[in-house]
């Protein structure tokens, strides 16, 4: 079933003037209502860290989210807004999680983590494996739209292996990334390496806004209910609440030009 499930959204640029999300908090309160409307309960602010650490606080996004609730609350809105933080994979990831300036996700045992857009550094497994030695969980943020995993997607695999979870972006599923992260994000899926669904939203309309309902539904549609279900509710919720996840094991996977072919 589809209809009245609640949906939680674990990766979006929302907060006002921050990064590169809305640069006004009109347009962030425009955000929440169409999440509201969607059936979101709750949205994960998960501002880049970089932008944070160089123009800010963790402080001043504190105060920043409190102010957005209160007037999301005065306008009627249900969705609330929690705290995270999209974090760019570098050496200084461990050191900065433990000193305060890079967030878990709402402050829990999971860690969203984005990869470089180009390359392979050679810290990538060192310093994921560091993160989970702090007894934290690293969520690899929108894989099937990240170069280094489309030419090898062995490697996606290894790091799901290994403890990983992966958050997929919901306007993936329906193309509006290309028809190359569209095929990748369905086999992600297919083979047992997509975990949660989010918007990655940026902006109230256009190219970025929040579709984590239209991308629910396509996930439904091809996989059924039950997997659309875990990715929108069960697991992100449980991600909220910091409690432990059993997901099934993944299938292995190799890269052959711009296919991929996946060994059962």
């Known amino acids: 079933m589809t209809k009245n499930i609640t949906l939680y959204d674990l990766h979006a640029h929302l907060l006002p003037a921050i990064d590169d ?12 209502r169409i999440s509201s409307e969607q059936g979101v309960d709750s949205i ?10 160089e123009f800010y606080s963790v ?6 989210l409190g102010k957005v609730n209160d007037l999301a609350a005065a306008y009627g809105y249900s969705t609330k807004v929690l705290l995270g933080m999209e974090n760019h994979l570098d050496p200084e990831l461990p050191f900065d ?28 497994e060192d310093t994921l494996a560091e993160v989970q030695s702090m007894d934290l969980v690293p969520v690899i943020a929108h894989p099937e739209r990240m170069e280094l995993f489309q030419k090898d997607p062995l490697l996606l695999f290894n790091l799901v292996d290994r403890g990983m979870l992966t958050q997929i972006t919901a306007s993936s599923v329906f193309g509006k990334f290309g028809g190359k992260a569209r095929r990748f994000a369905k086999e992600i899926i297919r083979n047992n390496l997509g975990h949660i669904l989010a918007s990655d939203t940026h902006m109230s309309t256009g190219p ?7 991308g629910f539904r396509s996930v439904v549609r091809v996989y059924g209910a039950d997997i659309g279900n875990m990715m929108v ?17 993944g299938q292995k996977l190799s890269a052959s030009g711009t296919t991929w072919n996946f060994l059962r």
């Open 21 to 32: 999300g809305p640069g006004k908090i009109e347009e962030t309160l425009e955000i929440i």
């Open 44 to 53: 994960l602010a998960t501002p880049h860290r970089k932008d944070v650490s």
């Open 59 to 64: 402080a001043y996004v504190e105060k920043l």
């Open 97 to 124: 999680i433990q000193e305060g300036s890079a967030i878990q996700m709402n402050r829990g045992k999971y860690v969203l983590v984005e990869m470089p857009w180009s390359g392979r550094p050679d810290f990538l």
């Open 208 to 214: 970025r806004c929040p579709e984590l309902l239209k």
């Open 233 to 249: 509710n069960d697991t992100p919720r449980a991600i909220l609440e910091s409690r432990d996840i059993n997901i099934p094991r």
